[in-house]
């Protein structure tokens, strides 16, 4: 299997912290990869050095058979489109001007805004529902709309990789869904898409490749009915689970076991047990 972006031995860290050593991870292209596991184990930090912003101490990240710290950082981003768990937007930017910076990559002193630009632009609103906001400054928007907004902009680069981190955070579950659903088509459509995703059951559900983390490592790694169990469940999150099968897709479902919910007695119960 081809992998356009690996990391080979890396060894990450912040400042004097140390979140992974001799890690090592292939994206297999053209999958819908998401990575799962518990809070600071490392998910994020694995992105960020995937991505580039984040140069690894140890061992090297390839991108297209070169290390990804040898490519300008305009080539990287017209290959690898990245959005980041906190984002904050210029003061008094609209949707439209935040949108059109993921052009950015794609313009240089020969090639200027362009037909193609503007349509990059109008495809990534329409398809993140953002059209009729496009004239209202971010700092106007709700939580979700904001997150939108900038996955509208990761959009328009139109990179064939695709690197997500949270990338459902502040949306409500409708929006979610319908998030999840976009990135599916892309990677219908032959986008590799990265995700790191929270809710297990909407990992199981999209991914075609799962990678579980723990305490920084690679605990597992494959399609969600080839790993997950209720054991790797109890080991990665520290929660006891039933799996059973997705009744809409037949993937598997984490259904945790949590503590027994006490009967709650009403005054016709009451009468009844009488």
Known sequence: MAHRLHADGVTLRYDKRLISTGLSVAIPDGSFTVVIGPNACGKSTLLRALSRLLPPSTGRVILDG?????LPAKEVARRLGLLPQSSVAPDAITV???VARGRYP????LRQWSNADEDAVAAAMAATHMTDLSDRLMDELSGGQRQRAWIAMVLAQETPILLLDEPTTFLDIAHQIELLD???DLNRK?????AVLHDLNHACRYASHLIAMKDGAIVAEGRAAEIITEQLVEAVFGLPSIIIADPVSATPLVIPK???VPAI???DSRKQSA
């Not at 794609?106 to 002193?109: A, K």
């Open 182 to 184: 976009l990135l599916a």
């Open 190 to 194: 032959g986008r590799t898409v990265v």
């Open 258 to 260: 949590g503590r027994p």
């Open 96 to 98: 439209a001007d935040l």
């Open 106 to 109: 794609h313009q240089s002193f």
């Open 66 to 70: 070169r290390s990804i710290g040898e």
């Open 265 to 267: 007695h009403t005054p």
